[in-house]
């Protein structure tokens, strides 16, 4: 079984500010794990992925992502937030097996001037 | 990456009538995947759509509601039967490559009075 819990639904920063999202996850196998983002009135993007090759993970738009199997941790970083990383992101855990992917509940974030 | 289209991207109907929403791929892929997003909500996995047989519906989903076809390898549709007011959401086609990730479409967003 897996699952994936996202800790913060709702995350508000100012513009050039750092930016954490925290996820962490449960898997009975080595898991891939996925960030994507959605912008309002868009599909899913995938920002990044880590699938057991290095464990900071860097992605688009200046994201990265660390996994810590000892915490079951995958928290996605920007060093300094734009107004158009303004969207929702999901945390998604993969056990590898075709098709069988868990969505975390989103993290709402707002960007402000 | 893999580019897909879906129609229509949004429509309102009304309750007790039917839509088909279509998902094309620009290149073969053996499965692809139908997500329901509801408002304010995460994804979850309507079913998945295989070439040359039934799609497999995940818990909570049925045929008779959501029924899907699957004619080639770039094509599929998703129909919501007899809709009412709860079935308004983001639904989403996806596909998941060798390399791992999912990719989804832009979503069509349904809106039921």
């Known amino acids: 079984a897996q699952s994936v819990t996202q800790l913060d639904s709702h995350v508000s920063v100012s513009e050039g500010t750092p930016v954490l999202l925290r996820c962490n996850y449960s898997s009975s196998y080595s898991p891939s794990l996925f960030w994507y983002v959605q912008h309002p009135n868009k599909g899913l993007q995938l920002l990044l992925k880590?699938?057991?090759?290095?464990?900071l993970v860097k992605g688009i738009n200046g994201f990265e992502a660390e996994f810590k199997k000892s915490e079951t941790s995958f928290h996605l970083t920007k060093p300094s937030a734009h107004m158009s990383d303004a969207a929702e992101y999901f945390c998604v855990v993969s056990d590898r097996s075709w098709g069988k992917f868990q969505f975390g509940a989103g993290t709402q974030v707002v960007v402000t001037p | 990456s893999a580019v897909i289209s879906q129609k229509p991207s949004r429509d309102i109907c009304q309750r007790g009538t039917s839509l088909t929403i279509q998902c094309q791929v620009d290149?073969?892929?053996?499965?692809m995947f139908w997500y329901r997003q509801q408002p304010g909500q995460s994804l979850t996995l309507i079913a998945t759509?295989?070439?040359?047989?039934?799609?497999?519906?995940e818990s909570g989903f049925v045929i008779d509601k959501f029924p899907i076809s699957r004619p080639n390898l770039t094509f599929s549709t998703l129909t919501v039967s007899n809709m009412s007011p709860e079935d308004s959401s983001i639904y989403l086609c996806s596909v998941q490559r060798n390399t791992g990730e999912l990719f989804f479409g832009e979503g069509s967003r349904l809106t039921v009075l």
């Open positions: 290149s073969q892929v053996t499965m």
């Open positions: 880590y699938t057991s090759a290095a464990t």
């Open positions: 759509a295989n070439q040359g047989s039934e799609a497999t519906y």
